[in-house]
C-alpha cells in the first residue's frame, strides 16, 4: 500500500524559507517521478515541481521558478522541496504525489501559510 507522508509546513513571513519533506513507502521509489502539487483556498490543485526518477530532469510550475527547487534522496525513499523567497501567494497546502500507471496517490498535505 503507497503511503506519503509529508511535513515541514507551517507559518512564515514573506521572503522567508521552508523546506518540505516527502517520505514515501509501499512502492519501488526509484521507477518513479515524483511531484509536489499544491491547492490554494478556492483554488485548483495545481503540479508546483517534478522530479524524474534519478533527479536528472525537473520541471517547474512558472509560478515558482527560481525560488522553489526539488530533490529526491533515493536512499531514503524521500523527496523534498526547497521554498525560497516565500510569497503570500504559495499559502497553500502542499501535496507529494507519484503517479503509477495513471493511478495518482497523494499524502495527506501540509499547510504553508505565507503572511506577515
Known amino acids: 500500500q503507497v503511503q506519503l507522508v509529508e511535513t515541514g509546513g507551517g507559518l512564515v513571513q514573506p521572503g522567508e524559507s521552508l523546506k518540505l519533506s516527502c517520505a514515501a513507502n509501499g512502492f519501488t521509489f526509484t521507477n518513479y517521478a515524483m511531484s509536489w502539487y499544491r491547492q490554494a483556498p478556492g483554488k485548483e490543485r495545481e503540479l508546483a515541481a517534478r522530479i524524474s526518477r534519478f533527479g536528472l530532469h525537473t520541471n517547474y510550475a512558472d509560478s515558482v521558478k527560481g525560488r522553489f527547487t526539488i530533490s529526491r534522496d533515493n536512499a531514503k525513499d524521500a523527496v523534498y522541496l526547497q521554498m525560497n523567497s516565500l510569497k503570500p501567494e504559495d499559502t497553500a497546502v502542499y501535496y507529494c504525489?507519484?503517479?503509477?500507471?495513471?493511478?495518482?496517490?497523494w499524502g495527506r498535505g501540509t499547510q504553508v501559510t505565507v503572511s506577515s
Open positions: 504525489n507519484v503517479q503509477r500507471g495513471g493511478l495518482d496517490s
